[in-house]
Nanobody, 123 residues
Framework: QVQLVESGGGSVQAGGSLRLSCAAS????????MGWFRQAPGKEREGVAS????????YYGDSVKGRFTISADNTKNTVYLQMNNLQPEDTAMYYC????????????????WGQGTQVNVSS
């Protein structure tokens, strides 16, 4: 069974940075599209970024373009999300997810999800 474990969340002030990690086990991330999603209280889930390492493709949500970078280390079977210039509106629970076929910032196709890591950004 696919397992995803997120880490790296925390509390930062606006303008700060965090790097989230998603360690995958029982499958090879190079064969999947890996994505980051977030959900704030009272809001819908939002696609943040995704990566298809086999084709070297990345996708970003409009609200994070230019600030967040998704990457992957296939040797560690781990996906990262570098978040710079964080803003209060980035406060949310961040989830890592895996899709066998579809790739993008829409949740369709992402069938395996981690438990999430909380990011809090204060002004």
């Amino acid at each position: 069974q696919v397992q995803l474990v997120e880490s790296g969340g925390g509390s930062v002030q606006a303008g700060g940075s965090l790097r989230l990690s998603c360690a995958a086990s029982k499958f090879v991330i190079a064969n999947y599209c890996m994505g980051w999603f977030r959900q704030a209280p009272g809001k819908e889930r939002e696609g943040v970024a995704s990566i298809n390492t086999a084709e070297g493709l990345t996708y970003y949500g409009d609200s994070v373009k230019g600030r967040f970078t998704i990457s992957a280390d296939n040797t560690k079977n781990t996906v990262y999300l570098q978040m710079n210039n964080l803003q209060p509106e980035d406060t949310a629970m961040y989830y890592c997810a895996a899709s066998r076929w579809l790739c993008g910032v829409a949740a369709a196709g992402f069938r395996s999800w981690g438990q999430g890591t909380q990011v809090n950004v204060s002004s």
